[in-house]
């Protein structure tokens, strides 16, 4: 399953693709601030997905910044912006430790 097949669950919307979801999302429409409330309980991946897709990462640190947007969505933005954070900082820091501690031929 997609995030946007998540984000559709509760039939607040119909968005063809992410990128009509962000833009309804950067103007707080009320169907997309409820929606994101489902991204609650997406997997990790599909919070990942969103957070990653275009300008979603600052759309999502938006919504979770402003005092206007219901508890649920706020805390739904920060944490898929968490999880992209930790797996892109997990997979450079496998990285650099491979290349600090595995010794060079």
Known sequence: MSILATLRQDRAGEWANLDEYLRQLRHRETGALAALANALSAPTQEQKELADHG??????????????????????????????????????????????FVPQS
């Open 55 to 100: 300008e979603a990462g600052a759309v999502l640190l938006e919504v979770a910044c402003d005092l206007r947007v219901p508890k649920g969505g706020r805390l739904a933005a920060a944490r898929c912006l968490r999880v992209a954070y930790l797996l892109l900082f997990m997979t450079f820091g496998l990285v650099l430790a491979q290349h600090l």
